[in-house]
């Protein structure tokens, strides 16, 4: 299981619910679309996010001490 962290329009939001961290990178995005759109995350709440919002973004999947996480973040020019 990880934590899901989610980076979009300049904002960064933690998922602590955990999700699967064996996820395919379309499901992560789309799980993300659904969290967004329902509310479930604090601070980040678009009910009608488009369905490719995160369509180039990057699926980065990081072993932590305290588990693992997920980030899915948008391509940098430098990374």
Do not use: W
């Not at 955990?18 to 329902?38: C, K, Q, W, Y």
């Amino acid at each position: 299981m990880a934590i899901l962290n989610i980076t979009y329009n300049g904002l960064s939001v933690d998922y602590k619910a955990n999700v699967a961290d064996n996820m395919r990178d379309g499901d992560i995005r789309r799980t993300a679309i659904e969290l967004i759109r329902s509310g479930q995350l604090r601070g980040l709440h678009i009910a009608h996010l488009p369905e490719d919002a995160f369509r180039d973004y990057v699926v980065d999947r990081l072993p932590t001490a305290g588990g693992a996480r997920i980030y899915l973040r948008p391509k940098v020019p430098f990374g």
